[in-house]
C-alpha cells in the first residue's frame, strides 16, 4: 500500500501529523499514538495490520 493511502485513511479518522521520526512519522489522535514508515510504499501485512488496529 502507498503510505499517502495509509496516511489519508488515518487522517479521516481523525489522526493529525505531529511530528518527523528519524524514518518514521507520527500521528495522534488524542491519546492514540501511531507511527508510520517514511517510504512509498509500505508493506501489506502492516498495512493491513494498523487498519484493523484502528478500524479503519
Known amino acids: ?19 518527523h521520526g528519524r524514518s518514521h512519522d507520527v500521528y495522534v489522535r488524542g491519546s492514540d499514538t501511531e507511527e508510520i514508515p517514511r517510504h512509498k510504499e509500505i508493506n501489506e501485512q502492516l498495512a493491513k495490520a494498523i487498519i484493523k488496529k484502528w478500524g479503519l
Open 1 to 19: 500500500m502507498k503510505q499517502r493511502d495509509l496516511v489519508k485513511k488515518l487522517k479521516r479518522a481523525g489522526f493529525q501529523f505531529e511530528r
